[in-house]
């Protein structure tokens, strides 16, 4: 197998991110809750995507890449990441957002405009127009260019968070369970994926946020990160475990994840996002309360970020 390490990776972070106990949240669940603070990876407002962007930028780095390319809806948490981090790297970042969600400068989209980063909008519900469009400006600008997909849920990208597995095994823990959220999969099949590597014993949860098949995407992209790796292991359904989450829709606030932000917030003033993490951490609100976790289990969620979000996603609001 090969190591981490063998692979380019730029610094974008600060990383170990912390892991700290939620005494209250604890407290009331009965059982041991501890949190991963993705949020404070250190670029833009923090989030998930700064792992795999580390993995990624480096080979568009390697491959010569002037400019980048990635996509996502208008309030992409992964989008604002790519143009941060790819600007910081002297790559040009051009955005191809869906307008699917909130346009209107707010969160994300505010902190685009902040950076003035390139960015155009498609009414389209296909990420193949999209990908044939990067391809079609890249040429016209006739400049070397690398495409990264939707939320960075490549093989690639997924190593960010093999490493993040790895992360929490060297700051020790024992944890029994580990709760994330998945909307493009790439974080849920690192986990997962690194779990079987380096935490043997850690139950590796999803909060399906989306409604994609991902009871197909999260072993694929598990098994294709797994091939880049060398890693000889099999992956099986005992590797994930998935739980539906995405209430009335991707990006639209359900009511218990709403009830989770404020939990969270009132609790231990910590700040989740109404897209992603809010609704995940309603994931493990509802495991705790369906008897899921013993007074012994010691349960990791990882918040992945989105603060963007949280300035721009309402209730009503698509
Ligand atoms: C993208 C994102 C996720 C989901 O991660 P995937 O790897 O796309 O499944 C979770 N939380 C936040 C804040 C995100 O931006």
């Known amino acids: 197998m090969k190591?981490?390490?063998?692979?380019?990776?730029?610094?974008?972070?600060?990383?170990?991110?912390?892991i700290h106990k939620l005494e209250n949240v604890s407290r009331l669940l009965g059982t041991n809750v501890y949190i991963?603070?993705?949020?404070?990876?250190?670029?833009?407002?923090?989030?998930?995507?700064?792992?795999?962007?580390?993995?990624?930028?480096?080979?568009?780095?390697?491959?010569?890449?002037?400019?980048?390319?990635?996509?996502?809806?208008?309030?992409?948490n992964h989008a604002m990441l790519t143009a941060a981090a790819a600007?910081?790297?002297?790559?040009?970042?051009?955005?191809l957002l869906k307008k699917r969600g909130v346009t209107?400068?707010?969160?994300?989209?505010?902190?685009?405009?902040?950076?003035?980063?390139?960015?155009?909008?498609?009414?389209?519900?296909?990420?193949?127009d999209i990908y044939a469009e990067m391809d079609r400006i890249g040429q016209e600008r006739g400049l070397p260019y690398?495409?990264?997909?939707?939320?960075?849920?490549?093989?690639?990208?997924?190593?960010?968070y093999v490493a993040c597995a790895q992360e929490i095994a060297r700051q020790g823990g024992g944890f029994t369970h580990l709760v994330c959220a998945e909307g493009s999969g790439g974080t849920m099949a690192g986990l997962a994926l690194?779990?079987?590597?380096f935490l043997p014993g850690t139950k590796v949860h999803g909060m399906m946020v989306d409604t994609d098949p991902f009871e197909k995407i999260t072993p694929a992209l598990m098994r294709e990160a797994a091939a880049l790796l060398e890693a000889d292991v099999t992956i099986t359904e005992a590797?994930?475990?998935?739980?539906?989450?995405?209430?009335?829709?991707?990006?639209?606030?359900?009511?218990?994840?709403?009830?989770?932000i404020?939990?969270?917030?009132?609790?231990?003033?910590?700040?989740?996002?109404?897209?992603?993490?809010?609704?995940?951490?309603a994931g493990l609100l509802t495991m705790a309360r369906e008897g899921a976790f013993s007074p012994d289990d010691r349960v990791l969620f990882l918040h992945s970020g989105g603060a963007g979000g949280l300035f721009a996603v309402r209730d009503g609001e698509k």
């Open 3 to 18: 190591r981490l390490e063998d692979f380019p990776r730029v610094s974008l972070g600060v990383f170990p991110t912390p």
């Open 36 to 76: 991963k603070r993705d949020d404070l990876t250190g670029l833009g407002l923090g989030g998930n995507k700064t792992r795999k962007l580390e993995y990624l930028l480096a080979d568009a780095q390697t491959k010569g890449a002037k400019l980048v390319f990635t996509t996502g809806g208008a309030q992409s």
């Open 87 to 95: 600007a910081k790297l002297g790559m040009k970042p051009v955005l």
């Open 104 to 128: 209107a400068c707010l969160g994300n989209q505010y902190l685009e405009e902040l950076m003035g980063t390139e960015r155009y909008f498609y009414d389209t519900d296909d990420y193949a």
């Open 146 to 160: 690398y495409k990264i997909p939707c939320g960075g849920s490549n093989a690639l990208g997924t190593l960010g």
């Open 194 to 197: 690194g779990a079987k590597l």
């Open 239 to 260: 590797d994930f475990h998935l739980r539906a989450l995405w209430g009335p829709g991707y990006a639209i606030p359900s009511a218990e994840g709403n009830a989770a």
């Open 262 to 281: 404020a939990l969270m917030a009132e609790q231990e003033g910590v700040f989740l996002d109404p897209v992603y993490t809010g609704k995940a951490f």
